[in-house]
């Protein structure tokens, strides 16, 4: 029982009931809800002027077509996978200077449209004065003109090339759709979380701790001290791996956490889906007691996101299909996220996964060049092919074994295995393998001791975070995921450098 | 004109209509929206169970007061500004090791509050077997114990000694509640920009150039490579203090662009508004041309996120101001919110903030401490006295001498002042001063390049930058503003460190 001294010191805290109705005052009309800037196309699809309004209209010249007595100009802006087709009459009114790529401003009238689009704009000198001068209101200038080697006036390139000229490739209409995609996933995954009561909070990025225990890290110096004895934050200092452990103290306050925030690894790995700058979505969740609980959340997670895009796509086309360039990627796609969505995710544990390996590979050895083996870590190739082939579906692989994991995992008390296995979970997909990777958090003191003890990490480094089970110490867990690969696996993206602005990796950093 | 053979390399774009009617297929019903987890207390109070339903709740005990009959426990989880009050009866139900900062279980009846609260939760033994059993639907389990010197069983600390246990110091509530209204603030400003077209984008935060061209950078390297001659990325690479220029590339593709992103100076300056490591909010928008486009949007934005706060605070209560220890700052915050939303805001040139600031100081030469003069940037006084004294309300400040501001601003065509100027603008607010800069960007290649090389600066490392001006260059511009800035404005809050949930500052990195 509590000391009564410490019972008295108990004191109720100040709260105020109903403070909303103090200083309560009518709110003041906002002066304006129109943005003060001329419409961008999304705005004029979206909320479309009257047929036979003037407009005007600004964007980049995605193509032109010329004949004897009209010419066709395409008009793009980047907000939308619509473009604008302007009808101009006669094709004279084009400048010289008019290319694929330039920038123009125009003004016209906004028209139904005769072929498949539903609208147009006609550009006409219809009132064009007897003295040669042109009506303003019909008008078509270059903003910005393109030189003759601009690189972007084919239609067509390969990723690649595309990759080697970041500060244009945006500028080509299905990258700059992938880009609106991420920004699309992104708040889709706010409204989830907002909607489940969770706090997104904001932890560091610059640590003095070592999450994982290993991997490559990046150091930060102040870049006046570099060479010299001093340091900046009095001590070495480093670009987080992961943002866990500090989010598992903000877990330890407000119950349900996450976040969206770069991370960073030093690897020299140059593949199709690792880079040395990402965005990972983190959760952590206290008050919960078994890895399902955490395997049905992230599912529930990503279906509410693939949900509302496949709503979309019904209803009103998702602005990523309609920018692919080809029928066949829409196809996949749509097949993609229709897969997603059929069914309720299986899940093993890694025991049965090894068990499930080791039956194909027994029946034919051509299948891997690794042979499973209960104890090592799934390699790529069977992770793939779990969830590619065999499953054809996302998979959950629960309960790896203790020496694969990470030194902040539940130990489960199962004895029947080899060794000890901890209480984590693996997402496999289809195509990419790993997508989000979770555990229950050891929030027994003594436990979480003995293990960091036993893996010979220091515990002193790691005072602030054992603290947490000190004192009100509750049963939690969490997860993370690549944002980036969410967004190559949602959107069929063959290289995740192409779903990020500026990848940066080993050797690639140029601007 | 066009050469006929560029004419006829121009092919259309491969585009499909309603690629939305492909592979349709019935959308699969959800397996469940329920969560796999216990309500948390947000949950209870949004969506209350009807009353004398049993409930299970998990949570820490933020008080409790013991009397001979009957116990009071609160119990808190961080996900509201609500605690849960149980009314426990006998009191020997509550268990010995019980204190304030435990963390707890409960199973009791959710009935109809007595007091001033809506509900409570009733934990009693009617149920209590002859054989001292009791009722496992009546309980009070402790899950994690405190320590006696617990620095949280206290209610009130300052704000100082909070800092000082990084740890623990969220479980206060009144700071739960300042992240909770991070995470509110930054999904109205998600809402805001979807409302306007906008993509939220992610700039790198690993830079080779340096946006400022001045101010203390942090460099980062493979900590297994420091000290070597080798660089990780081959070349030297900095954490961006401005994701300005790379936010312009996508501008210059996307149109509207803003991202919400860390930032870091290495400046030694230890205040209570500035950070080492802090979030910004930029955003970029082609197609304006002046900076009165600008101020206004980012007022509008401004008064969007308050708007919301100031309805929710009118219709069902706000979470930050039901969190508050005193009346007199839930009075305070109200006053400053409506102050935001009263008028339009003012906007003044830099040269009649001069004047202004000339002529109070010509009648009393106690007000500031540095005398205002035409060419010299405005000091932290001026300018919280121009919100604060002057206009008492926000005000935009545009138009500053070219040697104040950065290489990348417009140029004005302006010959009356002393100097040349630019296209820019501060927002300078009541007690903080600067919140928010801005400016339009030059976009003629031959003046940028003409400005880099006169101040001395290096032409080359700029290429990429500079591109964006020689093909498709458009009219653009773009603010930036500290994210903790606006929370600690909006919330009142002295210091930024009470904001962010890791500050970061020199010698300040101990976790």
């Not at 000190?470 to 063959?494: A, I």
């Amino acid at each position: 029982m509590l000391s009564r001294s410490l019972r008295r010191s108990l004191i109720r805290q100040v709260r105020f009931q109903s403070t909303s109705s103090t200083a309560k005052s009518p709110l003041p009309p906002l002066s304006s809800t129109k943005l003060p800037f001329p419409k961008c196309i999304n705005e004029l699809y979206q909320n479309p002027p009257a047929p036979n309004t003037p407009i005007q209209l600004q964007g980049w010249v995605s193509a032109t077509r010329i004949s004897k007595n009209v010419a066709f100009v395409d008009i793009v802006d980047g907000t939308s996978h619509h473009d604008v087709k302007c009808v101009v009459r006669p094709p004279s009114l084009i400048p010289a200077n008019l290319n694929t790529g330039s920038s123009v401003q125009l003004n016209g009238l906004w028209v139904e449209g005769k072929g498949k689009q539903k609208y147009e704009v006609k550009i006409s000198n219809t009132a064009e004065e007897s003295d040669g001068k042109k009506d303003s209101n019909n008008s078509l200038v270059v903003l910005g003109e393109v030189e003759e080697l601009y690189p972007l006036q084919k239609k067509v390139h390969t990723a690649q090339f595309l990759r080697t000229i970041p500060q244009y490739r945006w500028r080509m209409q299905h990258l700059a759709a992938l880009l609106r995609f991420r920004s699309y996933v992104e708040a889709s995954l706010v409204e989830f979380y907002n909607l489940h009561s969770f706090t997104k909070t904001h932890p560091p990025l610059v640590t003095s701790s070592d999450c994982e225990g290993a991997g490559e890290l990046f150091k930060i110096e102040s870049n006046s001290l570099v060479g010299t004895k001093e340091k900046f934050f009095g001590k070495d200092a480093f670009l987080t791996v992961s943002t866990q452990l500090h989010l598992e103290v903000m877990c330890a306050a407000l119950s349900r956490v996450w976040t969206l925030t770069p991370c960073f690894r030093a690897e020299e790995s140059d593949t199709n889906r690792h880079l040395s700058e990402f965005w990972m979505l983190e959760a952590e969740i206290a008050f919960i007691d078994h890895v399902d609980q955490l395997t049905k959340f992230s599912e529930m997670m990503i279906k509410h996101v693939v949900r509302k895009l496949v709503k979309d796509a019904d209803n009103f086309g998702t602005d990523l299909l309609e920018s692919m360039l080809s029928k066949e990627q829409v196809q996949q796609i749509r097949q993609r996220w229709n897969m997603l969505l059929a069914k309720e995710w299986d899940s093993i544990t890694y025991t049965k996964a090894i068990e499930i390996l080791k039956d194909a590979h027994a029946k034919d050895n051509t299948i891997f060049k690794y042979e499973p083996v209960w104890g090592e870590g799934l390699r790529s190739e069977h992770e793939k092919w779990l969830a590619g082939s065999y499953f054809k579906n996302p998979v959950f692989v629960t309960d790896y074994p203790i020496e694969e994991k990470a030194f902040y995992m539940s130990i489960n008390a199962d004895e029947s295995t080899p060794t000890k296995t901890v209480a984590c979970f693996d997402l496999l997909v289809p195509d990419i393998g790993e997508l989000i990777g979770g555990s229950m958090r050891e929030h027994d003191l003594k436990k979480l001791e003995a293990e960091i003890q036993r893996r010979g990490m220091n515990l002193e480094s790691f005072d602030w975070y054992l603290a947490l089970r000190e004192n009100g110490s509750v049963p939690h867990g969490g997860f993370g995921m690549g944002f980036e690969r969410l967004l190559q696996y949602l959107s069929c993206t063959d290289n995740i450098r192409d779903v990020i602005p500026f990848p940066r990796s080993v050797n690639n950093c140029p601007c």
